[in-house]
């Protein structure tokens, strides 16, 4: 969803095949005219048999002589692992053989891109959209009528060379989450709210940490030690992010209008809650019965608690429309889609309120703890600082 929206190009994506088998994952499947993809590990008698993909492949080649655009994960799965996994080379395969169909007049273009998500477990978190540079497919249409497999296994590492630019990298999540942590809080004040500045701050943190790792692992693992012994004080005071110590203390007037938010949206959010919630849970519930597959288990709960939700909002509205006259059917049925976002905005305004209040009491009773903080947090930005002129 956010590649289309953010490119404003209609991509059917490629998913795989389990994804049809549900009738809840189907109806989304269909209506964005994904084209189901057989992986090896499926079960069935046919889980083996690579031509089951045959047909699957022609309407990608279909597609792209159409004019139409393709969007897939080449590591074969989505996952939230540091590091990309070995890439499979359906990409390649279709696009070497769809140009090959028409002797190179198609001019499909492969465009690697990467998402990068500020707090991916988070409602409303920022994203990032990074497009790399394009892979002209025609020009390797004499390679790939002279060796099928070299064609497809070269264009395949030249994929994996160019998502490795757009895509953080490191050894472990920890790390990954570390360096995305320490580019946020070495950021100038003029990119602070800029998430491309801040994820080109990362990669050169994670190019020079690959540095000085290979040349200075002492010096390197010092300075992550030191990361890691900050990151729990920070967290044992509820402070999520170190920046906010250095600047002016909190006006009253702004953790009073942080309180009143609150105050504001609990009853909405509590209306939201008893709207929602039964059916949101009941989806859950149907979702784990009607679905064996762990693949498809977290699409399958999201587009049932999507149905279930819409349904008791209509439901809902209907009982208003009998009870109070049909002139009231249709506000109940926004007031539970507004309720309904309160209730996931709840969260967040709660935890903007506590942490306003955590820092008021900081600056308030602990000024020179929060002073010792801001300090120690200058000094690791020039640690990292200097390790990424000395790995230049």
């Given at each position: 969803?956010?590649?289309?929206?953010?490119?404003?190009?209609?991509?059917?994506?490629?998913?795989?095949?389990?994804?049809?088998?549900?009738?809840?994952?189907?109806?989304?499947?269909?209506?964005?005219?994904?084209?189901?993809?057989?992986?090896?590990?499926?079960?069935?008698?046919?889980?083996?048999?690579?031509?089951?993909?045959?047909?699957?492949?022609?309407?990608?080649?279909?597609?792209?002589?159409?004019?139409?655009?393709?969007?897939?994960?080449?590591?074969?799965?989505?996952?939230?692992?540091?590091?990309?996994?070995?890439l499979k080379t359906g990409a390649?395969?279709?696009?070497?053989?769809?140009?090959?169909?028409?002797?190179?007049?198609?001019?499909?273009?492969?465009?690697?891109?990467?998402?990068?998500?500020?707090?991916?477990?988070?409602?409303?978190?920022?994203?990032?959209?990074?497009?790399?540079?394009?892979?002209?497919?025609?020009?390797?249409?004499?390679?790939?009528?002279?060796?099928?497999?070299?064609?497809?296994?070269?264009?395949?590492?030249?994929?994996?060379?160019?998502?490795?630019?757009?895509?953080?990298?490191?050894?472990?999540?920890?790390?990954?989450?570390?360096?995305?942590r320490v580019a946020r809080w070495?950021?100038?004040?003029?990119?602070?709210?800029?998430?491309?500045?801040?994820?080109?701050?990362?990669?050169?943190?994670?190019?020079?940490?690959?540095?000085?790792?290979?040349?200075?692992?002492?010096?390197?693992?010092?300075?992550?030690?030191?990361?890691?012994?900050?990151?729990?004080?920070?967290?044992?005071?509820?402070?999520?992010?170190?920046?906010?110590?250095?600047?002016?203390?909190?006006?009253?007037?702004?953790?009073?209008?942080?309180?009143?938010?609150?105050?504001?949206?609990?009853?909405?959010?509590?209306?939201?809650?008893?709207?929602?919630?039964?059916?949101?849970?009941?989806?859950?519930?149907?979702?784990?019965?009607?679905?064996?597959?762990?693949?498809?288990?977290?699409?399958?709960?999201?587009?049932?608690?999507?149905?279930?939700?819409?349904?008791?909002?209509?439901?809902?509205?209907?009982?208003?429309?009998?009870?109070?006259?049909?002139?009231?059917?249709?506000?109940?049925?926004?007031?539970?889609?507004?309720?309904?976002?309160?209730?996931?905005?709840?969260?967040?305004?709660?935890?903007?309120?506590?942490?306003?209040?955590?820092?008021?009491?900081?600056?308030?009773?602990?000024?020179?703890?929060?002073?010792?903080?801001?300090?120690?947090?200058?000094?690791?930005?020039?640690a990292v600082a200097r390790g990424?002129?000395?790995?230049?």
């Amino acid at each position: 969803m956010v590649l289309r929206v953010a490119l404003g190009v209609p991509a059917r994506f490629l998913a795989k095949a389990t994804l049809f088998r549900n009738p809840a994952s189907r109806v989304a499947m269909d209506a964005f005219g994904s084209i189901p993809i057989h992986r090896a590990k499926e079960s069935g008698a046919r889980s083996g048999d690579a031509s089951r993909n045959d047909a699957s492949f022609a309407l990608c080649r279909a597609e792209l002589a159409a004019g139409g655009a393709l969007a897939l994960f080449p590591e074969g799965v989505s996952h939230s692992d540091p590091q990309l996994r070995p890439l499979k080379t359906g990409a390649a395969r279709i696009a070497l053989s769809a140009e090959a169909e028409h002797d190179g007049k198609l001019g499909v273009t492969l465009v690697p891109v990467g998402l990068y998500y500020e707090r991916k477990a988070l409602f409303r978190s920022s994203v990032l959209l990074v497009v790399g540079e394009p892979i002209a497919v025609a020009p390797l249409l004499g390679d790939y009528r002279r060796d099928e497999r070299a064609a497809v296994a070269a264009l395949t590492e030249a994929i994996d060379a160019r998502l490795d630019h757009v895509v953080l990298q490191a050894e472990s999540r920890d790390l990954v989450a570390g360096i995305a942590r320490v580019a946020r809080w070495t950021r100038d004040e003029e990119t602070e709210d800029d998430p491309a500045a801040q994820h080109q701050r990362a990669r050169e943190l994670a190019d020079a940490y690959a540095r000085l790792r290979a040349r200075d692992p002492g010096r390197v693992e010092a300075i992550a030690g030191e990361v890691r012994a900050y990151t729990r004080v920070l967290r044992q005071l509820g402070v999520r992010d170190p920046w906010a110590l250095e600047l002016a203390p909190l006006r009253p007037g702004a953790l009073a209008a942080a309180l009143g938010k609150l105050l504001v949206a609990s009853p909405f959010a509590a209306v939201g809650a008893v709207m929602g919630w039964l059916p949101y849970r009941l989806a859950g519930e149907l979702a784990k019965r009607l679905t064996h597959d762990e693949d498809v288990l977290g699409t399958a709960k999201l587009l049932a608690g999507a149905t279930f939700l819409a349904l008791a909002w209509a439901a809902e509205a209907v009982v208003a429309g009998f009870v109070w006259g049909p002139l009231w059917a249709a506000p109940t049925f926004l007031v539970g889609i507004a309720a309904g976002y309160v209730a996931l905005r709840f969260d967040e305004l709660r935890g903007e309120a506590a942490e306003a209040w955590r820092l008021v009491v900081l600056r308030a009773f602990h000024h020179r703890t929060t002073q010792r903080l801001a300090e120690r947090r200058r000094a690791l930005a020039d640690a990292v600082a200097r390790g990424l002129r000395d790995a230049a």
